[in-house]
């Protein structure tokens, strides 16, 4: 419940523009000479295009190219650097305005020093319209442009200021977007009122704090498996759609044409297939399932646990030990492993020897509490006072809280016991033989969780980038077939574009969980394990364990993080350009389709190698095939195809956008570093898993 000026949907409104803004604000490049150009100024004055990187390019004698390069970019200049500005400063007028409207409705203006009344969001807001309106008419002439010529798109220079200039675009449509449910907003201004619980009641069931899933302990581990089994969930229902291609003769079919066949398939799109009735769960799928879900963590833990619980109790049932077992209280090592056994982390030599020291303490100053005044109370609580603090300290802030949790109630049960059994054991007994009983207690639990199914973080690591790979290979095949290479009809919805967003969103999230996970690996030698392995080492002997260099794994998770923002980019890139990549030759189309999955089949085919070799711990092929390669030879015939078209149409003009241009715009800078990164994913995979040699057949 809340009591708030704000309407929950309007917030969740709000903050889902807010995420698209940021996501369009990351695909732009800010490193752009477009506000320094000067149109027409000589080469030989304008030092900025004979730099080294231009000279290596294009050769130091070759200066016919550089000066073409200048006219191109003088041009683009001319056209495009007013109008960029102006949509420059509107964006920014127009984040002003709702940042100052959302303060001032939220009733914080003087916490922000906001003592005026915030500038009209209409004004900003129409502002905004007539620079992209004005952006707009100054994109289409210069592509109009009969002096900027067809080979404008084969330079890096050229290609990079378009790729700043069509984000920024984007990043304009979804402020505007925002700006428009912010005056909504502050048109509907409403009073204070009392809200209820609008969270799903399922996830309310599951759902606990940040502080209660940190006095559990395993904070990152349980958000690391949280996520994963998101991103399966998500990957699992994307992956298992069927797709059937809509028929040719609906989609490519001349113009009046009659004799074309109208008895087509039935339409089927991939975000609109259902499974038939046959493909519902059957009684034995759903029996698998339940048989499945009992080899998960919690059985795991349950069985850990009444293992150990078992075997600790046993003296309870024994006649010899009970009357022992009994009068010194040590079922406290049952209650221990109750409290530190953890279902996830197994822990360290830091958390055991953590735990054994905050015990071994509250048992002595527990005992001390008692002796100093013969369990004067006011005495105890002074002691209790001076040792809590820091041991509730320890519990909810540090990255131990069970050691202090273990501390506190070591000291407890014992300043407690001593009070109690005063007259029948001694205080020195008391605390000896419980704290005997607790560390017992913390041996067991850990020890248990080492042997039996134990968290290696090394291994869980190597998991989640194969499975990481795996998504990235769905989220391409996805991108390219629902957002490139896709059909008139099936072109992305709303709700595609939405699906998209969040599925990113969970992925982003996902690598930071792994990142977490890599710095779990760091805590897994400490201390006398590592003197351990040290002195074997250097006696010859086998490590306990065998060595693990964080360096390539890092290396591995920053190429795929690169490699999944590219995707984004061409995603978004996407959006603005889907009209104009529409080709709707048939002859086109066939022309393409084999290039097209060729260079898609290797990216898929690479990355789904890479993944197996680290979900199997296997070496990777030494030779994989080339998505380079592909790709050039799918560029190549697309500009054969263009210049075919060209010749077709040669009375046409100009007009508009050539949809090659718009691609190698729109698409060639992040695809190219795609494939870039998918090199850098070779390399670092070989560097975790190793490389296979070549075998050699036996000469006979």
Excluded at 123 to 130: E, G, N
Excluded at 222 to 246: A, I, N
Excluded at 390 to 411: A, E, K, V
Aim: proline share 5%; glycine share 4%.
């Amino acid at each position: 419940m809340a009591i708030s000026r704000f309407d929950p949907e309007d917030v969740r409104s709000v903050r889902n523009h807010l995420q698209s803004v940021i996501r369009a604000l990351l695909a732009i490049d800010p490193n752009t000479n477009l506000f320094t150009m000067r149109a027409a100024v000589p080469v030989a004055e304008e030092g900025h295009f004979e730099t080294d990187e231009t000279r290596s390019r294009y050769g130091a004698e070759n200066k016919d190219q550089v000066v073409h390069l200048h006219e191109i970019l003088s041009r683009i200049a001319m056209h495009l650097t007013s109008p960029t500005e102006t949509l420059v400063q509107a964006i920014i007028a127009c984040t002003i305005s709702c940042d100052n409207i959302l303060i001032h409705l939220g009733g914080q203006r003087h916490s922000f020093s906001l003592s005026h009344t915030p500038q009209d969001l209409s004004v900003s807001l129409q502002a905004l319209s007539t620079a992209i309106a004005t952006f707009d008419a100054a994109d289409l002439a210069l592509m109009s442009d009969p002096k900027l010529p067809p080979s404008a798109s084969t330079y890096r220079e050229v290609v990079t200021l378009f790729l700043f200039v069509h984000p920024l675009r984007q990043v304009a449509d979804k402020v505007q977007i925002l700006s428009e449910k912010i005056l909504d907003m502050q048109q509907r201004r409403q009073n204070w009122t009392l809200h209820l619980p609008s969270y799903p009641l399922l996830k309310q069931l599951n759902r606990t704090n940040a502080q209660v899933r940190h006095d559990r302990g395993g904070l990152t581990a349980g958000f690391y498996f949280r996520t994963k089994e998101q991103l399966e969930r998500t990957m699992g229902d994307l992956q298992s759609r069927p797709f059937v291609p809509p028929a040719r003769q609906e989609n490519f079919h001349a113009p009046g044409d009659t004799s074309a066949n109208t008895s087509v398939q039935p339409k089927a799109t991939a975000s609109s297939n259902k499974p038939a009735k046959s493909e519902q769960k059957t009684f034995r799928y759903k029996l698998w399932e339940l048989l499945h879900r009992m080899q998960g963590f919690e059985s795991r833990f349950a069985l850990k646990v009444v293992l150990v619980t078992t075997l600790l109790s046993v003296p309870a049932w024994l006649e010899q030990s009970r009357e022992w077992w009994n009068d010194f209280e040590l079922w406290w090592t049952v209650v221990t492993v109750w409290l530190m056994t953890h279902p996830r982390v197994s822990g360290t030599f830091q958390d055991l020897a953590a735990r054994l020291i905050c015990v071994a303490i509250g048992a002595v100053w527990g005992g001390l509490a008692f002796a100093a005044s013969d369990g004067n109370p006011y005495v105890m609580a002074v002691f209790a006072a001076i040792f809590m603090i820091p041991m509730m300290h320890r519990y909810t802030q540090s990255g131990h809280p069970r050691s202090g949790l273990i501390g506190c109630i070591s000291f407890t049960v014992i300043s407690l016991g001593a009070v109690a059994d005063e007259d029948r054991l001694s205080t020195t007994t008391i605390a000896w033989t419980r704290g005997l009983a607790f560390a017992v207690g913390i041996f067991a639990s850990i020890l248990t969780n080492w042997i039996m199914w134990p968290f290696v973080a090394r291994h869980e690591l190597k998991k989640s980038l194969a499975t990481m790979m795996l998504h990235l290979a769905i989220l391409y095949r996805s991108v390219v077939s629902k957002y490139i290479y896709y059909a008139e009809e099936q072109a992305p919805s709303t709700a595609d574009i939405e699906r998209s967003e969040m599925l990113e969103g969970r992925l982003r999230e996902g690598f930071v969980r792994i990142r977490q996970l890599l710095e779990l690996t760091r805590h897994e030698i400490v201390g006398v394990l590592l003197l351990v392995e040290r002195e074997l080492e250097a006696d010859g002997h086998q490590r306990l364990r065998a060595p693990f260099d964080p360096l390539p794994y890092s290396a591995l998770i920053e190429a795929s993080d690169r490699f999944f923002e590219h995707l984004v980019e061409v995603r978004q890139s996407s959006l603005y350009f889907q009209h104009s990549l529409r080709v709707n030759s048939r002859e086109v189309n066939d022309s393409l389709t084999p290039y097209r999955r060729d260079a898609v089949a290797v990216m898929l085919m690479n990355l789904y190698i890479l993944a197996s070799a680290l979900r199997t711990n296997q070496p990777v092929p030494r030779y994989m095939p080339s998505a380079a390669a592909a790709r050039k030879v799918l560029m190549d015939r697309m500009e054969e195809v263009e210049i075919n078209q060209t010749q077709k149409k040669a009375d046409s003009g100009r007009e508009g956008r050539r949809w090659t241009d718009v691609y190698r715009y729109a698409f060639a800078s992040a695809l190219t570093d795609i494939v870039e990164q998918l090199q850098q994913l070779q390399r670092y995979t070989k560097e975790v898993t190793g490389e296979a040699a070549l075998s050699t057949l036996p000469m006979e």
